[in-house]
Structures are given as structure tokens and as C-alpha cells.
């Protein structure tokens, strides 16, 4: 990732006002933090925003030991989250006048393609990775997205 590809993101962030990105790849991990709305003021009086907070970590060696995953809250009902796997702007369908590649009720299984999220103005097709039912659509179509938001919540088959 380049500093334009950084420079986009930013610019994501601030016009769908997300306070946190966050990326991972095999060796390379960058966290983007923006300001909790506290604002900063200049020699001359005037207000400006809080500075975005970037911390590009090093590349991560084979020899580290995983960190223990948080014990998950205990779940209120049996079904499954599809979740962001990134930031960007979420699509139900593959165009406007397409419909929908699920709804309340479509059976999925875990190759099968249930939306688009649009980052950095690419296409990427997010995967069930699960086999059962959708019962709810969590996020509203052409609406910005964060990672690790809920999309779909599915009951296992």
C-alpha cells in the first residue's frame, strides 16, 4: 500500500465520517485512528480538527505466537454474523437495476456471493462462508460500512 492508497482512505473516512480502519495482510498492517471530536485551536483563534493518528506496524515474522482470540459475548440467538471484512460503501446488488443477491429467507451456502462493498472505487464480492438462512439484513443499501460491521445475520442449516 502506497501513501496514495493511505491518502484515499483518509478521504473515505472523513466524507463517511468512520473514526477507525484498520488493515491486515500477510506482512503488512496499518490502523488509522481519527479524533474522538476533541478539537485543537490555532495561534489565531480559529477551531481545526484533530490530526488523524497513523500507525503503519512492521511486517509480522512466522515466529510470533498467535494472540489469544476474547472470549466472545454469549450470543442471544443461534445466528450466524456476516461481517464486513473491510470499509467501504455496501450494495445488496451487482447494479442499480439488478435485484438483490439475497433476501430474508434465501438459503446461502459458503461460496455464494450475498454483496458487494465498494473500497477505494473496487468491486469486492463478500461470500456467505456459511451454509443457511438469511433472517436479517443488517445495513442499508448504498449506506457506508465499517469493518467488522454485521451485514447479514444467518441461521445455520
Not at 474522538?36 to 480538527?49: A, F, V
Amino acid at each position: 500500500m502506497d501513501l496514495k492508497d493511505i491518502k484515499a482512505v483518509i478521504d473515505l473516512m472523513k466524507k463517511n465520517a468512520i473514526s477507525e480502519f484498520e488493515l491486515e495482510r500477510q506482512d503488512f498492517k496499518i490502523k488509522l485512528k481519527r479524533g474522538n471530536g476533541i478539537h485543537q485551536y490555532s495561534d489565531e483563534g480559529t477551531m481545526m480538527p484533530m490530526p488523524i493518528h497513523t500507525q503503519v506496524l512492521p511486517p509480522m515474522g512466522h515466529a510470533q505466537a498467535p494472540q489469544p482470540a476474547a472470549a466472545p459475548a454469549p450470543a442471544t440467538s443461534t445466528d450466524i454474523e456476516i461481517k464486513s471484512p473491510m470499509v467501504g460503501t455496501f450494495y445488496r446488488s451487482p447494479s442499480p437495476e439488478a435485484s438483490s443477491y439475497v433476501e430474508v429467507g434465501s438459503e446461502v451456502n459458503p461460496d455464494m456471493v450475498v454483496c458487494i462493498i465498494e473500497a477505494m472505487k473496487v468491486m469486492n464480492e463478500i461470500k456467505a462462508e456459511v451454509r443457511g438462512v438469511i433472517t436479517q439484513v443488517m445495513v442499508e443499501n448504498a449506506k457506508p460500512v465499517e469493518f467488522g460491521q454485521v451485514l447479514y445475520k444467518v441461521r445455520p442449516l
